[in-house]
């Protein structure tokens, strides 16, 4: 089945100590990309890949890494993390970039920091 | 800067009354638009994209769309909303041609009261 799989789905930790979600994709896409969800503010771009070893910033990349060593796999890493940054986070990918394709969107990680 | 917007924070509709949801651009030249629907628990699905050609889109589920240049609009629309589209719905969008991001409005919930 072609989707998107994130882990863990279900985060609580404490400021400060380093974390990663896991996504991964099995359409062989190019383009992935990072978003988190708040209430009133919709989604936001964090960080995009638009194939192994190319990255580029979003709109709020402030805090987070990410790297593209493979194709399938993308993972957001928060080396310390703060409270601000509780929240529901998607990864999505899509065939080439997004100017033609459609992102299918992962099942979300909800985050929070304590 | 390049962004996209929703007005309608939060709908509330009855049963067969008939649903649009706007949306407004302001980026230059031409753009791609998009619609996602988010149902309660779950992640975001494309409803409906417009890429070029005809500026009514038909989607899934009965929604529709029409982009409309001379407005900046892309509003979303079904003549006959039922229970099960209580969902939160999300216009996106970017300039065609090039590396850019996706930009994401910051949503609308729509209540469907049966």
């Known amino acids: 089945e072609a989707q998107v799989t994130q882990n863990p789905r279900y985060l609580i930790t404490v400021t400060g100590k380093k974390l990663t979600v896991t996504c991964s994709q099995n359409m062989n896409h190019e383009y992935m990309s990072w978003y988190r969800q708040d209430p009133g503010l919709g989604l936001r771009q964090i960080y995009y890949?638009?194939?192994?070893?190319?990255?580029d910033k979003g709109d709020v990349p402030e805090g987070y890494k990410v790297s593209r060593k493979e194709k399938r796999n993308f993972p957001l890493i928060l080396e310390s993390p703060s409270p601000n940054q509780t929240s529901l986070y998607f990864c999505?990918?899509?065939?080439?970039?997004?100017?033609?394709?459609?992102?299918?969107f992962g099942p979300g990680t909800r985050l929070t920091v304590l | 800067a390049q962004s996209v917007s929703q007005h309608n924070h939060h709908v509330i509709l009855s049963e067969a009354a008939s649903l649009e949801l706007g949306c407004n651009y302001s980026?230059?030249?031409?753009?791609?638009l998009f619609w996602y629907v988010q149902y309660p628990g779950q992640h975001l699905q494309l409803l409906l994209k417009y890429f070029s050609g005809d500026p009514l889109v038909k989607g899934i589920k009965g929604f529709e769309a029409e982009f409309i240049k001379s407005k900046f609009s892309f509003n979303l629309r079904k003549p006959s909303v039922q229970w099960s589209d209580t969902a939160e719905y999300f216009c996106a969008g970017h300039p065609r041609g090039g590396y850019q991001k996706v930009t994401f409005g910051t949503g609308t919930k729509l209540q469907v009261i049966p």
């Open positions: 980026y230059g030249g031409t753009v791609n």
């Open positions: 999505a990918s899509s065939i080439g970039i997004p100017d033609t394709d459609t992102q299918y």
């Open positions: 890949s638009m194939n192994v070893e190319v990255t």
